[in-house]
């Protein structure tokens, strides 16, 4: 399973646009309505405890 990068609505416009660092955190966020999706990196909800805890190992490792 991979990102999701392009949300689109029924008429298959982009309503919402995604780009991901390796590790996760988010690099672009767009949309052009209210709606954001819940599905972010790797296809699983976001979770900020989660992004914090693999910044720290990431900055551990450098």
Do not use: C, W
């Not at 689109?8 to 660092?21: D, L, P």
């Not at 690099?27 to 992004?51: A, Q």
Request: hydrophobic share 30%; glycine share 6%.
């Amino acid at each position: 399973m991979g990102s999701i990068n392009y949300i689109t609505n029924q008429t298959g416009r982009v309503s919402q646009h995604m780009e991901y660092m390796p590790f996760g955190e988010t690099l672009l966020d767009e949309h052009i309505n209210s709606f954001n999706s819940p599905f972010k990196f790797n296809g699983k909800e976001y979770d900020e405890e989660i992004v914090a805890k693999l910044r720290f190992i990431k900055h551990q490792n450098q």
